[in-house]
């Protein structure tokens, strides 16, 4: 009888005991073994797990994703995972940010920590390859938005075409007059689209051409008014910077215009495809 | 302009990024995440201030038909400016985006 409650109790634990997992951060340009202090996801100790002469940032886990409905919760581990990253960029110059919550698992005799050395191994030469690509270089973020109404009311006093409609409508018919106000106003989304299209080449040429590397995002929904008319990720060597903030000051300054310019962080958007 | 980087003011700047890029590992070796990009959208969408759509289910279809407009849009620019520029560099074929 106690036998078989034994069994039980190894079976259970066997299958019950979580098994152990790494949550990495990031892989830096440097060999070194190092304990970082507990600056990880919810206060864990983070390390470095070295090979050859690069290393990856982890901490100790279970091998199951972090997961939350609280989005307060959430915000506090990408805020972490964050930390760990920028910590390193710091310590050692030169990263390359993982994805939120990626954890690698044991798998049959090799644990979690073999595991992530056998890949650093299998991937070492294509992680060389980013890390020299990136070596020096930040990542700015930069949003250009245009005021819709002004850039409309441009429109209205400059385009010939309009102008003449407009003039037009007077001495109409009040039904034909609607109709001559809608194509109008058809034209003038053609126009603002156009527009738009033509703003957008023209500053991205503009911004390509100050930056080592650039990367269409998806614009953001209108905020205050403002609808984005682009929005790119750029990776710019280190003391390059003052460029790019030039090149945007000359957008900036346009009427109806405004630049958004954020960072430098790590280079999160050049370190995949997609 | 001088580049700004402060906590509050670009901490959805942040998270798209740390929720989207980065190296994306494929292999057996990862826990799975099948549960994940929910946890990028919940997060958005309180940050949005659209937990009611969440609540009631509205959020999957409003994802889908953002993020398949987005698509559209992105291809679009492309090609717009596709006859000078190289927009993407594929680099070693372990390092995959999520979309692709």
């Not at chain 2, 889908?64 to 560099?89: G, M, N, P, S, Y």
């Amino acid at each position: 009888m106690q036998n078989r409650e034994t069994i039980e109790t190894i079976i259970n634990n066997m299958v019950m005991a979580p098994e152990e997992g790494r949550y990495v951060y990031c892989i830096a340009d440097s060999a070194q073994s190092v304990h970082l202090g507990k600056i990880g996801i919810d206060g864990n100790e983070v390390y470095t797990v070295p090979y050859n002469n690069i290393c990856a940032l982890v901490h100790k886990c279970n091998a199951e994703p972090y997961k939350s409905d609280d989005p307060e919760v959430v915000k506090a581990w990408v805020i972490s995972h964050d930390r760990v990253i920028q910590t390193a960029w710091e310590k050692w110059g030169n990263v390359l940010p993982i994805n939120f919550d990626t954890i690698i698992k044991e798998v049959s005799a090799n644990s979690a920590e073999q595991n992530l050395v056998a890949w650093l191994a299998g991937e070492y030469e294509g992680l060389r390859n980013v890390l020299q690509r990136v070596k020096n270089k930040v990542e700015f973020g930069i949003q250009i938005s245009w005021d819709p109404r002004g850039v409309a009311q441009q429109i209205m006093r400059t385009n010939k075409e309009i102008q003449k409609m407009e003039s037009e409508i007077a001495g109409k018919s009040k039904g034909l007059a609607y109709m001559h106000r809608q194509k109008i106003e058809g034209l003038l989304k053609q126009q603002m689209e156009t527009g738009a299209d033509a703003y957008f080449r023209d500053f991205f040429g503009r911004i390509k051409q100050v930056v080592d590397e650039i990367k269409i995002e998806k614009t953001k929904k209108p905020e205050n008014g403002l609808q984005m008319i682009l929005n790119v990720a750029c990776l710019v060597e280190r003391d390059k910077s003052q460029d790019l903030g030039q090149a945007l000051d000359s957008i900036n300054n346009l009427e109806n215009f405004s630049v958004r310019f954020i960072g430098p962080w790590p280079p999160y958007s050049f370190v995949s495809r997609g | 302009m001088e580049p700004i980087r402060n906590g509050h003011a670009t901490l959805v700047d942040l998270l798209d990024r740390v929720l989207d890029k980065g190296i994306i590992i494929y292999a057996d070796l990862i826990v799975s995440l099948a549960g994940i990009p929910l946890i990028g959208v919940n997060l958005r969408a309180a940050i949005a201030g659209m937990e009611t759509m969440l609540k009631y289910g509205m959020m999957t279809e409003w994802d889908d038909r953002v993020r398949t407009w987005e698509r559209q849009r992105i291809e679009a620019r492309k090609l717009l400016i596709k006859h000078d520029t190289e927009i993407e560099e594929p680099i070693a074929g372990l390092l995959q985006g999520k979309d692709k």
